[in-house]
């Protein structure tokens, strides 16, 4: 369906969202949302204040439709358009486990547990005495 075959009555029965997918589509073209909205109000004959109101809400809209997509620059294209590519990188996940190897080296280097307190310790246990729970009552 294209834009300029719809009613007015119909436009001002549809959303900001389907009035701008028609614009994509038609004007074939990626296109910044201030220009895109600015289309979407002209086309509903929306004053520049109800322009400046609603802009942000637009925007919303667009972020939560799938059909529409953000690109570079804060351009917005329709998704069919555009081919998402997943790549992964073998080289990320060797570094990330490099990076994750110094970091142990470095917690070796900086270890809480040093060995000479662990002699200090086992002087300060030597009197410790373990008293069961029966014993315990009858000392009392």
Known sequence: MKLKDISKEELELMSYDDIAYLILQDANKKMKINDLFK???????????????RIADFFEILTTDKRFTMLTDGYWDLKEKHS?????DEDDDEV?????????EENEDNDFYDEEEDDDSDEDLKDLVVIDEDEEGENL
């Open 39 to 53: 289309k979407v109000c002209d086309t509903l004959g929306l004053s520049e204040r109800e322009f400046e109101d």
């Open 96 to 104: 990330f486990v490099e990076e994750a190897d110094e970091e142990d």
């Open 84 to 88: 998402e590519k997943v790549v992964i």
